[in-house]
């Protein structure tokens, strides 16, 4: 396998989320590897042929509702097959799996369990050395099964954070899972140093550009993506509070807080400071360093 070029072929379900965690594998692996691998949407996949004229190597999925169609091309092509992220069904029948750790799988031999999410955001080893970073970023996701969607608590946090220092601009980025009405709640703040950056009107190149830019970044809490994007771009983490409805991401975030990694707003609202990024994060890079590790030693 390892002779020629790998050809491989990456499934999203159109997600934001999943498909930055795909980028990123990719990217990583690219670097280690001579791959060629396409990344299509599960739509796509749905009409693949039952007899490709050139076989994938290896399939990798993410989303629900790209893993059954992982599986289906990787017997199709007679490849090996990947789930990033928890299999929500027939988790044996994948070769490997990368999925963070706060989705309790038990560790095994073709199991990885990573820190958070994958990221395509560049670290701070791999950007420009020359950048300065000085934004102050507000990340939003949206309602959730983990969270509460409590509008008015954070438009409440958002402008306390806009009003501790009226001479710091600020900039919001929302997903596509914001609230229409959360957006028009922040818009009639009219807060002169808050500016509000939507799907519409800030591709993913803007966005990364802001996060390797980014010295603070706080984030909804029910957006395991963005957090662990934050953290991979190197700023400091502060996490907006919202009622939690589920305990597996909030014990998560426990967890980061406590070994001082990330700051509570209500911690925030006591010392007005955010905890230092001490992770240096890149476990796009790790993923693919494991993942092809265990490719070689089975082609040997």
Not at 81 to 97: A, C, E, G, T
Not at 161 to 183: C, I, K
Not at 221 to 238: F, I, K, N, R
Request: proline share 5%; glycine share 4%.
């Amino acid at each position: 396998m390892f002779n020629k070029t790998l050809q491989a072929c990456f499934i999203h379900d159109g997600k934001a989320g999943h498909l930055s965690q795909l980028i990123g594998l990719k990217s990583a692996m690219e670097k280690l590897s001579n791959l060629d691998a396409d990344v299509l949407p599960y739509q796509t996949v749905k009409k693949q042929k039952k007899d490709p004229a050139n076989p994938y190597q290896l399939i990798i999925s993410a989303g629900s509702k790209s893993q059954k169609l992982g599986l289906r091309l990787a017997h199709q092509h007679q490849a090996v097959s990947v789930s990033l992220m928890k299999p929500r069904w027939r988790l044996n029948q994948f070769d490997f799996i990368i999925t963070p750790k706060h989705d309790k799988l038990k560790p095994a031999e073709n199991i990885l369990l990573t820190e958070g999410a994958l990221s395509s955001v560049k670290t701070p080893e791999q950007q420009d050395a020359n950048i300065i970073k000085d934004k102050h970023l507000i990340l939003l996701g949206g309602p959730s099964k983990h969270y509460a969607w409590e509008c008015q608590t954070l438009i409440e946090q958002i402008k306390a954070l806009a009003d501790h220092n009226t001479h710091q601009p600020w900039q919001l980025f929302s997903s596509r899972r914001t609230p229409q009405y959360t957006l028009e709640k922040l818009q009639a703040l009219a807060l002169p140093n808050l500016s509000v950056f939507t799907p519409q009107h800030a591709n993913r190149q803007v966005y990364h550009a802001a996060l390797e830019t980014a010295k603070n970044c706080w984030v909804s809490p029910d957006s395991v993506s963005l957090l662990y994007e934050a953290l991979t771009a190197g700023a400091q983490v502060g996490l907006l509070s919202l009622a939690q409805k589920r305990k597996k991401l909030a014990a998560s975030h426990q967890s980061l807080c406590e070994a001082g990694h990330v700051t509570m707003f209500t911690t925030w609202q006591v010392s007005t400071e955010l905890a230092p990024n001490t992770l240096a994060l890149d476990e796009s890079l790790r993923s693919a360093q494991w993942l092809l590790n265990h490719l070689r030693q089975n082609t040997n």
